[in-house]
């Protein structure tokens, strides 16, 4: 439902005039774009720092940019790429604060069963596997090294083109089809461990899933 409402051209039309409005300083059409980006945003945010409460705080920021960088948002581009590349780069910045070194690793911080699936609506990741195999999924996903759970939360959540999470990202389209194809196989290995309950069957073929751009 939300992706389908971020894709409307009507929607899109819509956010323009929001935008424009927000550039004026229309604190009314603040409100209204933040109600059509929050849940799509602390679910992203959520995803990548595993802990709800940073997750808040980094949202709040991530608004305060906005507001300060309005007036260099390309009206040219997605507005949802560049307010989640925003979001990205305050969300690693965090991440490398935490961490102090490659985020290309697993091993943060847990977040609980409930806070894995932060979703309230139904999204194409969770579709993967029935109901009874989703909350393994989300633990096999919680694992995954920060810059994996990124694209495959931009890819599948959010259904962001490859282009698009490369963007947000900053980084080539080559490193974003390298991010994604070892985020599935290290998912796979997961979910075929003796603890897991999935087989390799059920997942749809690495290049379905990562594709089309």
Not at 154 to 164: I, V
């Amino acid at each position: 439902m939300i992706l389908a409402a971020a894709m409307n051209p009507e929607t899109l039309r819509g956010i323009d005039d929001t935008i424009d409005r927000v550039r004026r300083g229309d604190r009314d059409a603040l409100a209204d774009l933040l109600a059509q980006y929050q849940h799509r945003l602390y679910r992203f945010l959520t995803r990548l720092v595993q802990d709800p409460a940073t997750a808040e705080d980094l949202f709040q920021q991530t608004w305060l940019r906005v507001m300060q960088k309005i007036g260099k948002y390309d009206a040219g581009s997605k507005f949802d790429t560049w307010l989640f590349s925003v979001a990205h780069n305050l969300a690693i910045d965090h991440l490398r604060r935490r961490r102090g070194g490659s985020l290309d690793v697993s091993g943060e911080t847990r977040a609980t069963p409930a806070e894995r699936l932060v979703s309230g609506t139904p999204d194409p990741l969770e579709h993967l596997l029935d109901w009874e195999r989703c909350a393994f999924l989300a633990s096999a996903v919680n694992e995954l090294p920060a810059i994996h759970r990124e694209a495959i939360s931009l890819r599948f959540e959010e259904g962001m083109k490859l282009e698009q999470i490369a963007e947000v990202a900053g980084v080539p389209l080559s490193t974003v089809k390298s991010r994604l194809h070892r985020a599935l196989e290290s998912l796979r290995a997961r979910l075929e461990s003796p603890r897991g309950s999935v087989g390799r069957h059920d997942l749809p073929p690495t290049h379905k899933l990562s594709g089309p751009h």
